[in-house]
């Protein structure tokens, strides 16, 4: 089945660790996004990558990293640089196409700092 | 910064009731798309209307945009009480594939 995955779907970090969340599509898609919710929140962009190695900053990339060597996957890691880490990660992924194209979502990623 | 701003934040209805959610935006777009979350999972795509569309349905619902004030409404009708979900506009800009959410709508949908 196509799909986007992500895991673990429950993380836990010490403070001071860096941590990587995981996420895979199968759908042949060149665009992945992560995105961050908090509580009764919205979506917030983190990165983003059009096509392999290469992604952008969102509006809140700073305390993050991401890598884009494969184009199935599009891993996301919350370094200690990161102060408030405790969120929902959504990652998602969609095609290129002439007047835009859906996106697919992964189950998310829920991260808590202990 | 957050493209689309939804209105109203929370929403109650009875069932078999309609619901109407608005989105305004910013900034020029190539599209602009609605998604439904339920608690604590990923998001799921409704629909997609592009900037040169001034309405879509697909099934219950109903998409305006009104590209001169920067405003999509989503009409759910008939609703029911699995309709209850939080609903996010997101805006394409077009190049460079940047997808931006607003900050979503919560429709509880009481049977």
């Known amino acids: 089945d196509g799909g986007i995955t992500q895991s673990p779907k429950y993380l836990f970090r010490k403070e001071g660790q860096n941590v990587t969340l995981s996420c895979e599509q199968n759908?042949?898609?060149?665009?992945m996004y992560w995105y961050r919710q908090d509580p009764g929140q919205g979506l917030r962009l983190i990165y983003y990558s059009q096509i392999v190695n290469d992604f952008q900053k969102g509006d809140i990339a700073e305390g993050y990293s991401v890598s884009r060597e494969k184009k199935e996957s599009f891993p996301l890691t919350v370094t200690s640089a990161q102060k408030n880490p405790t969120a929902f990660y959504l990652c998602a992924s969609r095609g290129v196409g002439l007047g835009g194209t859906e996106a697919f979502f992964g189950q998310g990623t829920r991260l808590t700092v202990v | 910064s957050q493209q689309g701003e939804e209105d109203p934040q929370a929403l109650s209805i009875q069932e078999g009731e309609n619901a109407t959610m608005n989105c305004s935006y910013k900034t020029s777009i190539n599209n602009l798309q609605w998604y439904r979350q339920n608690s604590g999972r990923g998001l799921v795509h409704l629909i997609l209307?592009?900037?040169?569309?001034r309405e879509k349905h697909s099934g219950r619902l109903r998409v305006t945009l009104d590209t001169s004030k920067k405003s999509s409404s989503l009409l759910i009708t008939a609703s029911r009480a699995a309709d209850t979900a939080s609903y996010f506009c997101a805006t394409d800009a077009g190049y460079g594939n940047k997808l931006v959410f607003g900050a979503g709508t919560i429709l509880r949908v009481k049977s």
């Open positions: 209307i592009r900037s040169n569309e």
């Open positions: 759908l042949n898609h060149d665009a």
